[in-house]
């Protein structure tokens, strides 16, 4: 079950979506598709207690090949080679931001442990089809998901919203820190991603409210 896996504190702050997961779960299952990630990842980044969540980043959905999705935005498996293009402007960015990269390549997983919540807006998509569960009902849930931290956290919490789409959300974060630019795609990245630091950023924003600032570079 969907619900069952996260974190209890997700489960107590979103209580009410359960109906909704379990619709989603059923959806899933009987559409007869492959999907990505796999079941047990589904709702990985719901690992991350609530209240230790400091940084949102917020992607769409998650990347169609097989092997690279693992329930983190942007994030692939350690060894992932090549990487995805968007997270390998990630890594540039970083890079000319703070002057040095991630340790494992494109595994997050690091930036998750330390607070940073890898939220895509679709948990789910099918093999080799970008997009394909944007119409499943994964917004609903995002939204409530969005809704909560707003509520919860709202100036202790950064929101990195990359691109069009993650930005529709800044008016739901309208008490957190938010952080916008072009996404980090090949399309996008050079008409604003590249060179906005949203690393350096995060972490003067995160040192303005008393909280310790981010490892990017772990």
């Not at 609530?50 to 935005?73: E, F, K, M, N």
């Amino acid at each position: 079950m969907l619900f069952e896996q996260m974190d209890q504190s997700w489960q107590i702050a979103l209580a009410d979506t359960q109906p909704l997961l379990e619709k989603l779960e059923a959806k899933m299952r009987s559409n007869g598709s492959v999907f990505v990630p796999d079941f047990s990842k589904i709702m990985r980044a719901f690992e991350l207690p609530l209240q230790d969540v400091r940084v949102l980043i917020v992607g769409q959905d998650p990347y169609p090949t097989p092997g690279h999705a693992i329930g983190l935005s942007f994030a692939v498996a350690q060894g992932t080679n090549p990487l995805p293009r968007s997270l390998k402007n990630i890594m540039i960015e970083l890079r000319d931001d703070i002057g040095r990269t991630v340790s494992a390549g494109g595994d997050l997983t690091k930036w998750s442990a330390q607070g940073v919540l890898l939220l895509n807006r679709h948990l789910t998509t099918d093999v080799s089809e970008a997009g394909a569960h944007s119409d499943l009902g994964w917004a609903e849930f995002t939204d409530r998901v969005i809704r909560v931290l707003n509520r919860q956290l709202g100036r202790n919490l950064v929101a990195i919203l990359w691109g069009a789409q993650a930005q529709e959300l800044r008016q739901a974060l309208c008490d957190c820190v938010v952080i916008a630019s072009a996404h980090p795609s090949p399309l996008s990245a050079r008409k604003g991603f590249f060179g906005s630091k949203p690393f350096s950023r995060t972490n003067d924003a995160l040192q303005q409210a008393g909280l310790k600032s981010i490892d990017w570079a772990c």
